[in-house]
């Protein structure tokens, strides 16, 4: 992928695409183990080939945007303490994710659970789980795709104290035969079970 060099808005480098100024990648042609340029604060949908092993990403980045921008292909992967901007879909497909101890916005749980700071919303969970019923009861918001891709998941304890279940929440969670949901519940989003059959 080669970019004119008169480009205003476009550059290529090692055969990727980024913008002019090197602080978002739209794309990168490499396989196996990719290690994204310091300087990236942004990653999009459709950056990275399916394939790829594993993604090391920049202490510069802030933000992971859009729907799957973390291919299925990666098994693992480790936030860095800027990143202050993850999109509710961006990680669907990941199995397991670490986040800086010093990340000020995020936090992971056992590398199974993603959550915010104050541990109040849930926005990611490890697809290799079958049970969950050990969720923090400081949980008020499950966000829209926390559980799409849970494929062995046969069983959720919500505790109290959780508040809203968003939309796509538990999109495409096939394998759930029990589902507890408690009497704080506010708001169920009106897409939150979609595809998901049982």
Known sequence: ?????ENQYFTSLDNDLYSKNF???YRCNKTDNVIVKEGVKQIIEGSFLNGVISIELPESLRSISQWGSIPSSVKYLYIPKNVTDISSSA???VKEVEVSEDN???KSIDNKYLVDKSVKKLYWVGKNISNISDLPESIETVEGYSFFGCTNL???ILKEGIKNIADNA???CNSINRLEIP???ENIGSAAFINTNN
């Open 1 to 5: 992928m080669i970019v004119d060099s």
């Open 23 to 25: 602080e978002i990648l």
């Open 91 to 93: 990680l669907i497909y």
């Open 104 to 106: 000020a916005v995020y």
């Open 154 to 156: 046969k069983e959720v």
């Open 170 to 172: 538990f999109y495409s």
């Open 183 to 185: 009497n704080t519940i």
